[in-house]
């Protein structure tokens, strides 16, 4: 099993950029799609983007597609979540999990979840 923790969260003004770092511990990285989800208060846990385990395939929701890049290093064992031209409505909480099966747009088709990094997008 893997595991996940996120960093790189802050505070920065909308139009501004963050780069979000998933790291992971234990065997097979490198045998996993990692995917972002976000979760604002109030809301439910949404999708962001999705990475497959080469880097040969990435997905994005439409609300972040042409600002954000999803990227991973598996030899150091990190996802990166790029967000460029933040908007305030990006705020969140980011997590990261690992794709086991089923819809990526859903959170249930992943498991081993970080604890989550803030984001927060001031106007």
């Known amino acids: 099993q893997v595991h996940l923790a996120e960093s790189g969260g802050g505070l920065v003004q909308a139009g501004n950029s963050l780069r979000l770092f998933c790291v992971a511990s234990g065997r097979n990285f490198d045998g996993y799609a990692l995917g972002w989800f976000r979760q604002a208060p109030g809301k439910e846990r949404e999708f962001v983007a999705l990475i497959s385990y080469n880097s040969d395939s990435t997905y994005y929701a439409d609300s972040v597609k042409g600002r954000f890049t999803i990227s991973r290093d598996n030899a150091k064992n990190i996802v990166y979540l790029q967000m460029n031209s933040l908007k305030p409505e990006d705020t969140a909480v980011y997590y990261c999990?690992?794709?086991?099966?089923?819809?990526?747009?859903?959170?249930?088709?992943?498991?081993?979840w970080g604890q989550g990094t803030q984001v927060t997008v001031s106007s």
């Open positions: 999990g690992a794709y086991f099966a089923g819809n990526y747009y859903h959170s249930s088709s992943y498991d081993s």
